[in-house]
């Protein structure tokens, strides 16, 4: 247990569906992120939220629309998508976005299909 | 930008050694993080190496040479347990981390 929480953990959806991943991190951190991990290419990032403020937008489609209400809660809205966002996604959080040895948690990711 | 080479595979058996070796291009360099991801699974911070040497955490240890952008994770006395996807990772100035695809490690008994 990471104290990094993501629901649903499976999801198939329709292109034409709209769903949402749900983060939710116990750790007291300020910064939380969305990765996405395609079979064998890295960990991309997508987002990044520092202080509820989103300070990074790592060229993502507007299909996929971040969420964060608070520190401790991160949410990914997902509409009209294609087949190729079928991936993993991974939502992480640390003490802040910047900082000295700050690691990133991981949480187990949502394991996303889109047919 | 990050560019970050890992090897794609390696395997090995119970009780013995692997380095896994990182190597990376950066426009500016500001730490290197391993992580372990089991399948199906979050990845775990494995360790984190900000100036030059060697750091050791029980059976793994990792080393980082800022000069050569080299870094390698050494896993001692391997148990099936440790069998996963080992990730690197290379943090820029700007805080951002840019990952390697993943070396997956097969421990046989």
């Known amino acids: 247990e990471t104290g990094v929480t993501q629901t649903p953990r499976h999801l198939v959806m329709g292109m034409t569906n709209k769903k949402s991943l749900k983060c939710e991190q116990h750790?007291?951190?300020?910064?939380m992120y969305w990765y996405k991990q395609s079979a064998k290419k890295p960990l991309e990032l997508m987002f990044v939220?520092?202080?509820?403020?989103?300070?990074e937008n790592n060229s993502v489609p507007s299909r996929f629309s971040p969420e964060c209400p608070n520190s401790s809660h991160l949410f990914l809205h997902l509409h009209t998508l294609q087949p190729e966002d079928s991936a993993l996604y991974l939502c992480?959080?640390?003490?802040?976005?910047?900082?000295?040895?700050?690691?990133?948690?991981f949480g187990p990711g949502t394991r996303l299909t889109v047919t | 930008g990050q560019n970050i080479d890992q090897p794609t595979e390696m395997t090995a058996t119970e009780g013995a050694i692997v380095q896994i070796n990182c190597t990376y291009q950066t426009s500016g360099f500001n730490g290197l993080f391993w992580y372990q991801q089991h399948a199906g699974e979050a990845p775990t911070f494995l360790s984190y190496n900000v100036l030059d040497g060697l750091e050791e955490k029980g059976r793994f240890s990792s080393f980082l040479s800022r000069s050569k952008g080299y870094s390698y994770l050494l896993l001692k006395e391997l148990q099936m347990k440790d069998s996963a996807s080992y990730l690197c990772?290379?943090?820029?100035?700007?805080?951002?981390?840019?990952f390697g695809a993943g070396t997956t490690v097969t421990v046989r008994a």
């Open positions: 750790l007291g951190h300020n910064a």
């Open positions: 992480a959080s640390s003490q802040e976005a910047g900082g000295s040895s700050y690691e990133q948690y």
């Open positions: 990772a290379v943090r820029a100035l700007d805080y951002k981390l840019s």
């Open positions: 939220y520092n202080f509820k403020e989103q300070t």
